[in-house]
Nanobody, 122 residues
Framework: QVQLVESGGGLVQAAGSLRLSCSAS?????LGWFRQAPGKEREFVAF????????YYADSVKGRFTVSRDYAKTTVYLQMNSLKPEDTAVYYC??????????????????WGQGTQVTVSL
């Protein structure tokens, strides 16, 4: 059974930084981060391969966010810098069983965390 638990969300001022963590138990493959703002659909934020060697970002966060995973492959991080009010959302970690492939759509992933709220104020 795969379980994902996010942490690290909170309230931060614009231009500030936060680091989200996603602790994964059970077998996991590739991982992604998504976010959902009130009244909007869940959107892709970042992807990281099983090895950690390949990453991919949504255009809206490219150059500001960095995704990484630890050597044991049990924790994935999302470092968020230069935060903007439009980054305000619930952030979700998602995982696939497969160690191969790519995913930038919610349907690509089989497992989801409960989400962590990120609020960016002016």
């Amino acid at each position: 059974q795969v379980q994902l638990v996010e942490s690290g969300g909170g309230l931060v001022q614009a231009a500030g930084s936060l680091r989200l963590s996603c602790s994964a138990s059970g077998l996991t493959g590739v991982l992604g981060w998504f976010r959902q703002a009130p009244g909007k659909e869940r959107e892709f934020v970042a992807f990281i391969s099983w090895s950690g060697g390949t990453t991919y970002y949504a255009d809206s966060v490219k150059g500001r966010f960095t995704v990484s995973r630890d050597y044991a492959k049990t924790t994935v991080y999302l470092q968020m810098n230069s935060l903007k009010p439009e980054d305000t959302a619930v952030y979700y970690c998602a995982a696939k069983r497969s160690r191969l492939g790519f995913g930038n759509r919610p349907d690509d992933y089989e497992y989801w965390g409960q989400g962590t709220q990120v609020t960016v104020s002016l």
